[in-house]
């Protein structure tokens, strides 16, 4: 669909609701008018409310609240969630939630509902982020072209967006669930071990924030020492504390497969322009992130090491930035 511009739309379409419902946290914002950004951000637990609409409920009341005479009724709204779409059912991979888009859209009584992937809307706010939103040890991506954008979160999203003669298109995808593969004989014990505890082992099942102690416990089980179990926060800690050996190997693991995993997403995609790391987990990493082998592992492709060196990879910073893709996706459908 082609980029519409923001002043070109209608005010008759407003305000505008965007949410990016994760497996864990739902955040929503709000659109007044064609002229403003997005405001009265709020993130809700998902865990906390039995589907959407009772989240998106409990969000317009509290708006409705602050804004009093000056509230009005959303017209538009566009929900980002992690989980494919393909159909009027949606059911969420790793939450409770499911929802009939035919039904929320009369729950809320919009005139436009729209529903994506939360990676394809992360996907098209990439043309827009700023520097600021933005960080990396190298040269930011070149917004032209095609990029690509990989996460890990609850789960870990992939998609990509092409820049076009009528704007860009988002490219969605479950990228996040082709099989991982391994990069040095301790990886393929690691991968061994872990594909005698499920039939497939992707990318997501140890790059992720479900994935974390899976990982953790296959690189305790290689090492040949015990470990106690877990949360993805503690190993986070404990490993960028170096105050345990395995925590300390397990973030050393998933920087090094999360570096050749985008390295094979932006072969994929032919993501010339630049890689994006979005996701909760990356961010907590701090400056080891930059310190670790991810770099190193994104490029070592063999006989393409020269064409991945050129591709600047970069951490987004800005947790609101789906948010924005979601805006960009109404844009795209509401003249």
């Given at each position: 669909?082609?980029?519409?511009?923001?002043?070109?739309?209608?005010?008759?379409?407003?305000?505008?609701?965007?949410?990016?419902?994760?497996?864990?946290?739902?955040?929503?914002?709000?659109?007044?008018?064609?002229?403003?950004?997005i405001e009265f951000v709020r993130t809700l637990p998902v865990i906390g409310f039995t589907d959407p609409v009772a989240a998106t409920n409990a969000y317009l009341a509290?708006?409705?609240?602050?804004?009093?005479?000056?509230?009005?009724?959303?017209?538009?709204?566009?929900?980002?969630?992690?989980?494919?779409?393909?159909?009027?059912?949606?059911?969420?991979?790793?939450?409770?939630?499911?929802?009939?888009?035919?039904?929320?859209?009369?729950?809320?009584?919009?005139?436009?509902?729209?529903?994506?992937?939360?990676?394809?809307?992360?996907?098209?706010?990439?043309?827009?982020?700023?520097?600021?939103?933005?960080?990396?040890?190298?040269?930011?991506?070149?917004?032209?072209?095609?990029?690509?954008?990989?996460?890990?979160?609850?789960?870990?999203?992939?998609?990509?967006?092409?820049?076009?003669?009528k704007g860009w298109i988002a490219l969605p995808g479950e990228g996040g669930h082709a099989t991982l593969a391994a990069g040095d004989e301790f990886e393929s014990a690691?991968?061994?071990?872990?594909?005698?505890?499920?039939?497939?082992?992707?990318?997501?099942?140890?790059?992720?924030?479900?994935?974390?102690?899976?990982?953790?416990?296959?690189?305790a089980t290689v090492m040949q020492v015990s470990t106690t179990e877990l949360s993805a926060e503690a190993i986070v800690e404990q490993g960028l504390a170096n105050s345990?050996?395995?925590?300390?190997?397990?973030?050393?693991?998933?920087?090094?497969?999360?570096?050749?995993?985008?390295?094979?997403?932006?072969?994929?995609?032919?993501?010339?322009?630049?890689?994006?790391?979005?996701?909760?987990?990356?961010?907590?990493?701090?400056?080891?992130?930059?310190?670790?082998?991810?770099?190193?592992?994104?490029?070592?492709?063999?006989?393409?090491?020269?064409?991945?060196?050129?591709?600047?990879?970069?951490?987004?910073?800005?947790?609101?930035?789906?948010?924005?893709?979601?805006?960009?996706?109404?844009?795209?459908?509401?003249?």
């Amino acid at each position: 669909m082609a980029s519409v511009s923001m002043n070109k739309l209608s005010s008759t379409t407003f305000p505008w609701l965007v949410a990016d419902i994760g497996g864990s946290n739902a955040r929503f914002g709000w659109i007044a008018r064609k002229d403003a950004g997005i405001e009265f951000v709020r993130t809700l637990p998902v865990i906390g409310f039995t589907d959407p609409v009772a989240a998106t409920n409990a969000y317009l009341a509290d708006l409705a609240a602050q804004l009093k005479e000056d509230y009005q009724a959303p017209r538009c709204a566009a929900f980002a969630v992690a989980t494919a779409v393909a159909s009027d059912q949606v059911v969420f991979t790793n939450s409770h939630w499911s929802f009939s888009r035919a039904a929320v859209q009369s729950a809320l009584q919009l005139d436009t509902f729209i529903v994506l992937n939360d990676f394809e809307a992360l996907a098209l706010s990439l043309p827009r982020l700023s520097a600021a939103q933005l960080k990396s040890n190298g040269p930011l991506p070149v917004q032209t072209g095609t990029l690509a954008v990989i996460g890990p979160g609850t789960g870990l999203g992939v998609a990509g967006v092409i820049e076009t003669k009528k704007g860009w298109i988002a490219l969605p995808g479950e990228g996040g669930h082709a099989t991982l593969a391994a990069g040095d004989e301790f990886e393929s014990a690691l991968l061994n071990h872990v594909r005698t505890l499920y039939p497939h082992v992707s990318a997501e099942r140890l790059l992720s924030g479900i994935g974390l102690p899976v990982l953790h416990r296959a690189v305790a089980t290689v090492m040949q020492v015990s470990t106690t179990e877990l949360s993805a926060e503690a190993i986070v800690e404990q490993g960028l504390a170096n105050s345990d050996p395995v925590c300390a190997k397990t973030l050393d693991i998933f920087c090094a497969l999360l570096g050749s995993f985008a390295g094979s997403v932006a072969l994929i995609l032919g993501a010339r322009g630049g890689v994006y790391i979005g996701g909760g987990i990356v961010p907590r990493l701090g400056d080891y992130f930059f310190q670790s082998r991810f770099r190193e592992r994104f490029e070592a492709k063999g006989r393409f090491d020269g064409y991945l060196k050129h591709i600047p990879t970069a951490l987004i910073t800005d947790t609101l930035a789906a948010l924005t893709g979601a805006a960009m996706a109404i844009e795209q459908q509401v003249e």
